[in-house]
Structure formats: structure tokens, C-alpha cells
């Protein structure tokens, strides 16, 4: 029984918004004072201002909504960002070197622009990117104490 009595409240659920729309909606939108050319909105009182305000403001709302959802500002996960290649399947890429690792006459070079096919270290595959990117990108340079 409920489902009956459901089915008939959505029914004229359904009859109302059928008749807001195709019968009071139109009225309304012609009863708008829409001026007839651009010179004309100078023209408007604060009165039209005020009734045009609410319909301008549902429209860009709509508008702004459906552009969020279909353009959303964050990106998907599997979406080539900077990092298109390395450990993809990590939340956050770390590497972690000990200076214990660096010797004191030694230089090492880490990649900073995630195309090295040694990474964490560089290979200097930042040169071919930035040729094709016009970017700057290099390396981070550790030298030891006495390097």
C-alpha cells in the first residue's frame, strides 16, 4: 500500500512540475522586462534590475555546476601530470638518500624532471624535454665536502 500511495504522491509530484513548466514557466518568462537590444539595459529601472536578477543568477548557476562537473579542476588519478612514468602506482613518490651515501669527493645528480630512466638520479633526459617544452628544468647537484 505504501508503494501505491508513493507512486501517486510522485504523480503529482510529476503533474506539478509538468504543469510549472509548460503552462506558469512560459507566462513567466514572457512577463520578463528582457530589453530588445544592449542600449536597452541602461535603460532598466531598479525594479526590472531586481525581477531580472533571480532568472540571471539561476542560468549562471546551472551553467557554473555543469561546467564543474564536467571540467573538474582536480585531475584523475591516471592522468599524465608532471610524473608520467615513475612508480604510478604510489600515492607520493619519495626517495630518501642518506649523506652516509655521499662520499666526500663525490658528486651526485638528481633528476627534478621525472623523464631519467635512472631515477632518482639523472640522466639527462631534462635536455630533450626541455628542447621540446621550452622549459628550464634541471638537475639537483649534491656535491661532497671536498668535490
Known amino acids: 500500500m505504501t508503494g501505491e500511495a508513493d507512486i501517486g504522491t510522485m504523480d503529482g509530484f510529476v503533474k506539478g512540475v509538468h504543469d510549472v513548466v509548460t503552462r506558469k514557466l512560459p507566462r513567466y518568462l ?3 522586462p528582457v530589453p530588445k537590444s544592449t542600449a536597452g539595459y541602461t535603460q532598466l529601472g531598479q525594479k526590472e534590475v531586481l525581477i531580472l536578477l533571480w532568472p540571471t543568477l539561476l542560468v549562471f ?3 557554473y555546476f555543469t561546467w564543474c562537473a564536467l571540467f573538474p579542476d582536480t585531475p584523475k588519478k591516471g592522468t599524465v601530470g608532471i610524473n608520467a612514468s615513475i612508480h604510478l602506482d604510489r600515492d607520493k613518490v619519495v626517495n ?7 662520499e666526500d ?3 651526485k645528480a ?10 632518482p638520479y639523472c640522466d639527462g633526459a631534462h635536455n630533450k624535454h626541455n628542447k621540446e617544452c621550452g622549459d628550464n628544468v634541471g ?4 656535491k661532497g665536502k671536498s668535490a
Open 96 to 102: 630518501n638518500v642518506s649523506v652516509a651515501d655521499i
Open 30 to 32: 514572457q512577463s520578463l
Open 110 to 119: 638528481y633528476c627534478r624532471c621525472w623523464k631519467s630512466k635512472k631515477f
Open 139 to 142: 638537475p639537483l647537484i649534491i
Open 105 to 107: 669527493t663525490a658528486t
Open 61 to 63: 548557476s546551472v551553467l
